[in-house]
């Protein structure tokens, strides 16, 4: 039987009257079961549910992106009459280069499995929307990964080009958008304007102010991911320099000029991937790299950031910010040394395409404890975000608490690691549905469930209270400090920062996850099975309710029994270490390299 292939959740490229192919779960919004669970719908597997591929298909992009990386660079310099290293670029470009790899090969092997597992009668393909466009820059590329219009404009760039499927063209500014047609209401704006406040507005007035004394050689201090901005201008005033804050500013807004899209990648002909990709890079990289480089370079002169910085410190603007990362390229380049810190969790314990490049680019490396024999620029500090310290007993409270989470902060797969991906959220969320069955009533009443604070189209809310209406829900705005310090138990279901806050506050926490998905390097595999003897972490939900509920009566006299606390001591100094004085540790690992 011939279907047609539908793309995305937007409901204008589909046909009610012809059986439909989903491409994923993206393309099924649960907040529209009503309707397309009333069509001949089938919705293709994930291709990355086959592991084997998985590891596969990590080993060809790792390969790959290196070899990319050096064709754009080369390009670049030769296009901007430059001779920048490829450090300089990875810095630059890195990021954006690295996600649009892994998104358009995620977009390129769905559909390429569609056309090899089901006959196709064709697609439609929606023209004219807003977001089929360029991005401006990488936060600007972040929001259109979100956004169901651009996705479906990035999958008609591949059908059109390099697939031979049928292609209907209906233009979406004929549809009648006062019925819903799949477009995301909760995506933000990428620069949202924002409120006025009192107290950014003084800081933003001191640091300006502040930055006129600032000298040529003053490390540079942006983003940290310390605990506090307190903590930020007192480590600038122990490196002997005028403290001030540097606020994240986006690049000015460029538009596309097609003069600057005329250059090519070699090997573009044919219809593979690379080919595809090849072809794309030119026409899809975000002006910020080409039609407003040059603005992009002079923004730091104008604001006066030092020019030959003895240390440059960040947490995590080498990923998001590009007049950052122009500055910090270039001055690198000159010979700055370049010292990032571990902005979360699943740093040092799982791999991912961010953690590859911060190594690539950082000439030191400050992590949470975890060291790396192979990365000899790994500092290990501890914590540099501890989470406050509070007195709560946490014998006297009778809440447990379920964190859950949207696994990505993209509808559909903007980059490859190891955690649920994608189509595969639906079975992590089922997951959560069976721990909290599982649980004894007791329990399940005693508990509140955590969503994310974002949901992106997943509709979070509804299937919880659509399965299970009793259950307490928290919309995931709140601090989860706060939530930490009332709960009696705390239940951590990814592989992320909460479960190193909660071990660090020394909340009782159990945790539990897909090790098929939210895989574990080598490295961290034996602290791990520790943590599984004393239950504290389970690769079931069946395994972790049943402990849970075993466990609530008594929970501190488990969590206090001598074997789960030297288990858990022993995974805290390596993965979320008390840092002693960590300003101290911190000052001591910029002096070690600054120049």
């Known amino acids: 039987m011939q279907r047609l292939l539908v793309t995305t959740a937007l409901e204008g490229s589909w046909d009610d009257s012809h059986p ?12 529209r079961r009503d309707r397309w669970s009333q069509l001949d719908v089938e919705v293709l597997p994930y291709h ?33 009459d430059t001779d920048h290293s490829l450090r300089y670029w990875r810095i630059l470009i890195g990021p954006w280069l690295g996600y649009f790899v892994h998104t358009l090969f995620d977009r390129w092997t769905s559909i390429q499995q569609a056309m090899s597992t089901c006959e196709l009668s064709g697609t439609i393909l929606l023209t004219e929307f807003e977001d089929a466009r360029v991005p401006n820059d990488m936060e600007d590329f972040f929001h259109l990964g979100n956004s169901h219009s651009w996705n479906h404009h990035l999958y008609g760039r591949i059908l059109t080009d390099h697939c031979g499927v049928s292609c209907i063209r209906r233009s979406a500014a004929r549809l009648d958008h006062g019925t819903h047609y799949g477009l995301s209401t909760e995506i933000a704006q990428p620069h949202p304007p924002q409120a006025f406040n009192l107290k950014a507005t003084l800081v933003a007035a001191y640091s300006s102010l502040a930055s006129r004394l600032t000298v040529s050689t003053d490390g540079f201090i942006h983003n940290t991911c310390l605990r506090s901005l307190r903590e930020e201008l007192a480590l600038q005033r122990r490196l002997g320099q005028v403290p001030w804050l540097v606020g994240v500013k986006p ?15 070699d090997g573009t002909d044919g219809n593979g991937f690379e080919p595809c990709l090849r072809g794309l890079i030119p026409e899809q990289m975000p002006t910020a790299y080409l039609e407003g480089y040059e603005a992009l370079c002079h923004e730091s002169d104008r604001r006066r950031w030092p020019s030959s910085p003895k240390v440059i410190f960040t947490g995590g603007s080498h990923f998001y910010d590009d007049v950052f990362k122009a500055w910090c390229a270039a001055k690198t380049e000159e010979g700055a040394p370049l010292v990032i810190g571990q902005h979360g969790g699943h740093v040092g314990t799982a791999w991912s395409f961010d953690h590859d490049h911060q190594m690539a680019v950082a000439d030191r490396f400050l992590s949470w404890g975890w060291s790396d024999p192979a990365e000899p620029k790994v500092v290990p500090i501890g914590m540099l975000k501890t989470p406050a310290p509070t007195a709560t007993d946490h014998s006297m409270t009778d809440r447990a608490l379920l964190v859950t989470s949207i696994l990505n902060p993209h509808f559909q797969s903007f980059d490859m690691a190891s955690r649920a991906l994608s189509s595969q959220y639906p079975r992590y969320l089922e997951d959560q549905f069976t721990f909290v069955e599982e649980l004894s009533s007791l329990v399940r009443d005693s508990l509140t469930v955590r969503l994310a604070a974002y949901d992106l189209d997943w509709s979070q809310r509804c299937r919880w209270l659509h399965r299970l209406p009793e259950v307490s829900l928290d919309n995931g705005h709140r601090p989860i400090i706060d939530l930490l310090t009332a709960t009696k138990l705390c239940i951590v279901t990814t592989n992320g920062t909460t479960y190193l806050e909660s071990f660090y506050l020394g909340v009782p926490t159990v945790i539990y996850w897909d090790t098929t998905r939210w895989e574990l390097l080598e490295s961290v595999v034996p602290y791990f099975e520790d943590l599984a003897r004393v239950g504290v972490f389970h690769d079931t939900p069946e395994s972790a309710a049943n402990h849970v509920s075993n466990i609530w009566n008594e929970v501190q006299l488990w969590w206090l029994d001598d074997a789960v606390v030297d288990a858990v001591a022993r995974f805290k100094r390596h993965y979320c270490g008390d840092p002693g004085q960590v300003l101290d540790e911190v000052q001591s690992a910029l002096l070690s390299v600054a120049r």
């Open 251 to 265: 690049p000015d807004q460029t538009p596309v000029d097609d003069q600057y899209r005329c250059w090519n990648l």
């Open 48 to 80: 990355w549910d086959d592991h084997e591929k998985l590891v596969k298909d990590r080993k060809f992009l790792e390969s790959f992106y290196e070899e990319i990386l050096v064709e754009v660079s080369e390009k670049l310099n030769i296009f901007h």
């Open 20 to 31: 439909m192919l989903f491409l994923g779960e993206w393309c099924r919004l649960y907040s």
